[in-house]
């Protein structure tokens, strides 16, 4: 298997690259606020807990998210060549979960792709996708408090990463097609990439 953590703050661009690396290398793409935002519409207990804390900008505590990213892996490993983790770790010790969770499983995360965007490009482009997408935390001071979240709690990971000798820093203003590029040369240079299906 080949694991890549899609890293950078809300709006960097991860749901959007993780589709096209999916296509590209045949992956499993597990996004924690995809399943969190399925178990709201579904109006299960868990989506309504999330609910309160995504409806203000708020992270999940890490107890909570780190037992619902283990089901994930282990609904999904059966059939699975590699995970893209979009939206997981978002604290330092989530990333420690995660190391001890794939380690128990023989697994590691190979390869972090930092998509590395300046907060006033972020603003623009959160605000646009919650006039078109309706989603309910892409609202400015929501949006506001998730980035000021990101500064203080989740970007250290990429302190953690680089020490780990894991994190690939990638510009990521630009066309879609030239950061799946850069996104690309990265991992086609990692020794046991994972083969391009097209
Ligand atoms: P996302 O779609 O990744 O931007 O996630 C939307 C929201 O879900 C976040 O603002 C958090 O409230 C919550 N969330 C998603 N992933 C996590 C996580 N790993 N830890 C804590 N909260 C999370």
Redesign the pocket.
Known sequence: MFNIVIFGA?GSG??TQSQKLIDRYGLTHI???????AQITAGTELGNI?DS??S???????DL?VDI?ANEIDRLRPQANGFIF??????IP?AEALKKMLGQRGEEVHSVIGLEVDDEELMKRLVKRGAESG?S?DNPS?ISN?LK?YHTTTSPLREYYTTEGKYRPIHGLGHVDEIFQRITDSIDAHPSSPKAKN
């Open positions: 809300p991860k749901g996004s924690t606020g995809d399943v969190l935002r999330a804390y995504i203000k900008g708020h992270l999940i505590p890490d998210m990213l979009d939206g997981f770790p978002r604290t989530q989603r935390d929501t998730r979240i």
